[in-house]
Nanobody, 118 residues
Framework: QVQLVESGGGLVQAGGSLRLSCAAS????????MGWYRQAPGKQRELVATVTSGGSTNYKDSVKGRFTISRDDAKNTVYLQMNSLKSEDTAVYYC????????????WGQGTQVTVSS
């Protein structure tokens, strides 16, 4: 089992910045890709950014150039630096960890609220 604990959410004005952190514990060796998803009220959960164990990254088009995902394997932590925040970035952000044995399903954190005021 792997446990994911997010932190760093909050209320920020449009144009501001936040950094989300996700600390993983447990069977870390079973994890490959880690990432961030978000879910706004009344909408489906969507991918924001992912980073593989090799460091390759992938971003949702609307956050490219504003968000940066990174991972520190020594600390078993993945980060999401969010700059130039917009009101449409308001959502609950969830940390995700994909197993090497992907068919067994993903691990999810409890979520952290990000609210951007315009």
């Amino acid at each position: 089992q792997v446990q994911l604990v997010e932190s760093g959410g909050g209320l920020v004005q449009a144009g501001g910045s936040l950094r989300l952190s996700c600390a993983a514990s447990g069977r870390i060796s079973s994890i490959n890709t880690m990432g961030w998803y978000r879910q706004a009220p009344g909408k489906q959960r969507e991918l924001v950014a992912t980073v593989t164990s090799g460091g390759s990254t992938n971003y949702k088009d609307s956050v490219k150039g504003r968000f940066t995902i990174s991972r520190d394997d020594a600390k078993n932590t993945v980060y999401l630096q969010m700059n130039s925040l917009k009101s449409e970035d308001t959502a609950v952000y969830y940390c995700n960890a994909r197993r090497v044995a992907w068919w067994l399903g993903d691990y999810w954190g409890q979520g952290t609220q990000v609210t951007v005021s315009s």
